[in-house]
């Protein structure tokens, strides 16, 4: 079945609802510089590739690509379009609300930019303290394969606009590639600013102010294609998990019983383990 959100009817909508088992995807991507050699929306059109290539393993009701989010790091080049977190962490909130009042349980953040630290982390956690009726399932578009798509590449240094990004650029959109304009320019880390442990907002503009990393001229379509294997296996095996997960909702459900009854804890301090927590109606009942 098609699986797109937007294409469906008030009268297909119910079955998409099923087929996908009540999780919705939404992918988001970035608008930055990619180096001079890749395009600004290098991130929304490699996520839709990927989308495209879950779909045909895995159904799941896919929301149009948010292109617009975090890129702070990118607004020292021409071209990025970024959004203040406050407000990407209140719409994409938004969006969630809505899908879950369509009848969506499970809502996963297909996050095609490494940047969004703010839809990482920070928006799991607002959703843990707003206590959402839902879950959010926060997944990289590089699904954890990173140290072993690295182990492939020849560059030794990569992470954006490189040879790992490049080669899927090629497959995702080969006609956007722009191997003539990156000509022999690499793109080495810089040494300094180093304050680690410590971070600072300085560390990656610091190390990467071209935003590109490393040697993209080692990129080639057959690479794109064993990384896109690899991360396409890796999501869509991840969907099925989530599919299945009932453990999520039972810990997030037993956490708001607990956080709410803390207070009538009290008398259980000193003892541990998951018989406190359990006494309130006891205590109710004998009063
Ligand atoms: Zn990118």
Known sequence: MDCYWINQT????PELRRVAGRVALIPLGSIE?????LPLGCDPIKTDNLVRHILRREPVAVLPTIPYTFVAAARAL???VH??????????ENICDELHRNGFDKIILLQGHGGNTALHTM???RMHEREKPYIVYSLSAQADQW??????TESKECGHACEWETSMAMLACPGLVRMDLLGDRTFPARKEPDTRPALTAADWIGKYPDMAVGKPQL???????????MVVTAVVDCIRRIKKDKE???VLKEYVRRAHSVHEDFEGLGKVGPGRGTKKKKRKSGR
Do not use: Q, W, Y
């Not at 990129?219 to 294997?229: C, I, N, P, V």
């Open 248 to 250: 999520t909702a039972k």
């Open 123 to 125: 928006f799991c956690n």
């Open 147 to 152: 140290s072993k798509m690295i182990e492939m």
């Open 10 to 13: 008030d009268a297909t909508f």
């Open 83 to 92: 959004i203040r977190s406050e407000l990407l962490i209140d719409f994409v």
């Open 33 to 37: 510089s990619h180096g001079p050699h």
């Open 219 to 229: 990129a080639s379509r057959e690479k794109g294609e064993k990384f896109l294997e």
């Open 78 to 80: 021409a071209g990025a």
